[in-house]
Nanobody, 123 residues
């Protein structure tokens, strides 16, 4: 069993930056593909970024050039560096882990989810 805990959310002004962390426990992080999703009120989970167990990364168009995903397998931690934040980035951000070995963008390919961390971007 895998447990995920997100941290690093908060309130930031438009144009600013935040760095999120996803700490994992249980099976080694290196065996999982990891992804970031976010959910705004009344919306479905929106895919943001993924890094596979083999190191392949992929980003959705709305965050390309602004967000960067990374993983540190030795620390069992995944990160999301968010730059040039916009008010429309306001949401609860979730990390997820799955046994899929391709850079999947769909939530049902991920078996384990964190509790979420709130990111609020003011104008």
């Amino acid at each position: 069993q895998v447990q995920l805990v997100e941290s690093g959310g908060g309130l930031v002004q438009a144009g600013g930056s935040l760095s999120l962390s996803c700490a994992t426990s249980g099976r080694a992080l290196s065996t999982y593909t990891m992804a970031w999703f976010r959910q705004a009120p009344g919306k479905e989970h929106e895919f943001l970024s993924v890094v596979t167990n083999g190191g392949t990364t992929y980003y959705t168009d709305s965050v390309k050039g602004r967000f960067t995903v990374a993983r540190d397998n030795a620390k069992n931690t995944m990160y999301l560096q968010m730059n040039n934040l916009k008010p429309e980035d306001t949401a609860v951000y979730y990390c997820a882990a799955g046994t899929v070995s391709v850079p999947s963008t769909v939530s049902w390919n991920y078996q384990y989810w964190g509790q979420g961390t709130q990111v609020t971007v003011s104008s």
